[in-house]
């Protein structure tokens, strides 16, 4: 149908014909890259850089394209390969053969018979991936948030954000590229529902180092980063403990900042130091940490240590209608601990504690970033003393026990505190330390 603008009508009076085969080649892909390739047609003699107007197909077949990609009836081929073509028995990466021809009312093309070579994503791209979201007022009500995702090896990716306590899907494919394969990214939408507006989430993957190198979640107004890393203990029967390396139990303390240390500089905040421990599987890299902080808030995580010790924290914690939480990132470190001043784990987790209803500190805190410290549990020798401690006679002592803050130094008077290997007794309160015949130190009170 023709309108009232200007109509150009092509008339065919002749069989297509293809560019001759010397003068072109079908360009090389990455799994899950955009593709786009026009097949070229023999120029019109009087118009160059123009297919001949006389020679018009009206179809085109492509038979033995890869997965992912397919031929319009204009000749463009377009989509994203899937996968790679391997030998059947080397398993190298081979290319693929394609057989092209053009149609029209008065005949087909001499079939062109092209390669096409569809590298496939590296491994390191592949798999799980998990990692902490900043705290963001507008966007997770400052409560930080986690990240969570897989990739296929076709490039199709689908996870999880938790934005608070609340979570959302998101899928889609990888954006990746033949001239910069180890750095594929990612942009999608992401709903919140009809009431919020769609998050759009980025991220940019990183082969060579196994991690999320740039992750952004924006309302278009507010954007919170996110870092992460990729599972890469891989079980195989060359392998069976991948994770050896960094398998183990550990412990470690987390400390407040020196500026808010001390009750009586800081009535408000908890004194002392907060607590976790986590054990990591030799097979899986798999850990569940479990934590306790100076408020008494006991929480949990399970996660997985990343390439070079990366273990994500993230936890929202204390009531529905006023909830805190802990996030932040430790590193372990591979190495046994040389002594008891070694830390082989150290990072920072946030902790924030909104205003709360109760008696345990409820005008809460703004966050505090709490420095975690500690190293993986070397278990000595049957018949080592604890901590290194000298063996002593029966009756003497060779350790003290010091209880500080919330002004317990003045609760009541205290005793001399022995020196090592001299006999004696420690009160702080009516806790007693010092063994006893019999075995069992009473408990403190």
Do not use: C
Request: hydrophobic share 35%; glycine share 12%; net charge positive.
């Amino acid at each position: 149908m023709l309108n009232g603008a200007n109509n150009i009508a092509f008339v065919y009076t002749q069989p297509p014909m293809i560019e001759p085969e010397a003068g072109w080649s079908l360009p090389d892909t990455l799994v899950s890259e955009p593709y786009a390739f026009q097949v070229p047609l023999t120029e019109d003699p009087f118009e160059a850089g123009q297919p001949d107007p006389l020679k018009t197909p009206v179809s085109f077949k492509a038979v033995g394209l890869p997965p992912g990609l397919t031929i319009s009836s204009t000749g463009l081929i377009s989509g994203r390969a899937t996968v790679e073509k391997r030998d059947k028995i080397t398993k190298d990466v081979i290319p693929y053969t394609v057989t092209i021809t053009a149609t029209n009312k008065f005949g087909t093309t001499t079939p062109i018979i092209k390669t096409l070579l569809v590298t496939p994503l590296d491994t390191n791209l592949v798999g799980t991936f998990t990692g902490v979201i900043e705290r963001s007022a507008t966007l997770n009500g400052f409560l930080g948030g986690a990240f969570n995702m897989s990739v296929t090896s076709k490039g199709a990716y689908s996870g999880k954000i938790t934005m608070g306590a609340v979570n959302y899907s998101f899928k889609g494919v990888l954006n990746s590229s033949l001239g910069n394969p180890g750095a594929p990214t990612a942009t999608v939408k992401v709903s919140r529902g009809a009431a919020l507006r769609p998050l759009t989430l980025f991220f940019e993957l990183n082969s060579t180092t196994a991690l999320i190198n740039v992750g952004t979640l924006t309302d278009g107004r507010t954007i919170a980063n996110f870092t992460g890393h990729r599972r890469v203990w891989l079980k195989t029967a060359l392998d069976p403990l991948p994770a050896q390396a960094y398998a183990g139990y550990y412990t470690l303390g987390m400390d407040l900042p020196a500026a808010l240390q001390g009750t009586a500089a800081n009535p408000l905040i908890p004194q002392g130091t907060s607590f976790a421990s986590f054990t990591i599987s030799s097979t899986t890299g798999a850990l569940t940490l479990a934590g306790k902080l100076i408020d008494g808030t006991g929480f949990t995580y399970a996660t997985f240590v990343g390439p070079t010790g990366e273990v994500a924290v993230f936890k929202t914690l204390y009531s529905t209608k006023a909830r805190g939480s802990v996030v932040g990132t430790i590193l372990v470190d591979q190495e046994m601990p040389a002594d008891f001043d070694d830390y082989t784990n150290s990072g920072t987790v946030s902790w924030w504690k909104p205003p709360q209803t109760g008696r345990t500190y409820p005008e809460g805190w703004e966050p505090i970033d709490l420095m975690a410290l500690g190293s993986r549990y070397n278990p000595p020798p049957a018949g080592t003393p604890v901590m290194g401690l000298l063996p002593v006679l029966p009756g003497q002592i060779n350790a003290a026990v010091q209880l500080l803050e919330a002004n317990v130094e003045t609760a009541l008077p205290l005793s001399n505190v022995p020196g090592p290997s001299q006999t004696g007794t420690v009160q702080r309160g009516r806790a007693r330390r010092g063994p006893r015949r019999g075995g069992r130190a009473p408990a403190g009170r």
